[in-house]
């Protein structure tokens, strides 16, 4: 069981420049959940997706785009990056139903944008 | 929607000290409070965590305690070492769908 996983690992964009940001889990979990970690503010919400084929909108998702493209995969779209997306970005996921509510973190992306 | 407020945001404590760290929500309807742990570089790992229809637990030198009524949990950690030394999370949530909404961290440092 890896869990979840998350690529790259790190990245280094100018500003303009779009990526992805793969993440993947094989607990056949239903939810996924993308965060954003920047010093003194904690893990802020950009999107969730709490079942296969719905997305939400979390706390911070201006200049983020997502697609819950199968059951186990969650990635995150950065159209045009400016150095206010600079972060550590975890994506995470949990079960999600009644019984269960733990939710477990990927190892994390460190993006900068120059 | 809910609210997470936590204390302090740093924490220094000696070696073999206990260390309490607080947090304190807002909706009524929160019944999951999970604690976690995140070391220097590395990813949120989960510790403990209490259910709304339990007031304490207990996990060998951590603990966690819940007044629903206060509307406060807390998480100790006793005889703490070293390797306690880490930026701690809590959150809360009222479903097992529904986002996790964290605190926004206490950083404890143990000094041996």
């Known amino acids: 069981n890896a869990g979840v996983t998350q690529t790259p690992k790190f990245q280094v964009l100018k500003t303009g420049q779009s990526m992805t940001l793969q993440c993947a889990q094989d607990m056949n979990h239903n939810s996924m959940y993308w965060y954003r970690q920047d010093p003194g503010m904690g893990l802020r919400l950009i999107y969730y997706s709490a079942s296969e084929g719905t997305t939400d909108k979390g706390e911070v998702p201006n200049g983020y785009n997502v697609s819950r493209l199968n059951k186990r995969e969650f990635s995150l779209r950065l159209e045009s990056a400016a150095p206010s997306q600079t972060s550590v970005y975890f994506c995470?996921?949990?079960?999600?139903?009644?019984?269960?509510?733990?939710?477990?973190f990927g190892p994390g992306t460190r993006l900068t944008v120059t | 929607g809910e609210n997470v407020e936590q204390h302090p945001s740093t924490l220094s404590v000696q070696e073999g000290d206990s260390a309490v760290i607080k947090c304190t929500y807002s909706?009524?309807?929160?019944?999951?409070f999970p604690w976690y742990k995140q070391e220097l570089g590395k990813r949120p790992q989960l510790i403990i965590d209490i259910r709304s229809n339990v007031g304490e637990k207990k996990d060998q030198r951590i603990a966690v305690t819940l007044n629903k009524t206060a509307k406060h949990f807390s998480l100790h950690i006793t005889e703490t070492q070293p390797e306690d030394s880490a930026v701690y999370f809590c959150a809360a949530t009222y479903s097992g769908n529904t986002p996790l909404v964290f605190g926004k961290g206490t950083r404890l440092s143990v000094i041996a």
């Open positions: 909706d009524s309807a929160s019944n999951y």
């Open positions: 995470a996921s949990k079960e999600g139903t009644a019984s269960s509510y733990e939710q477990y």
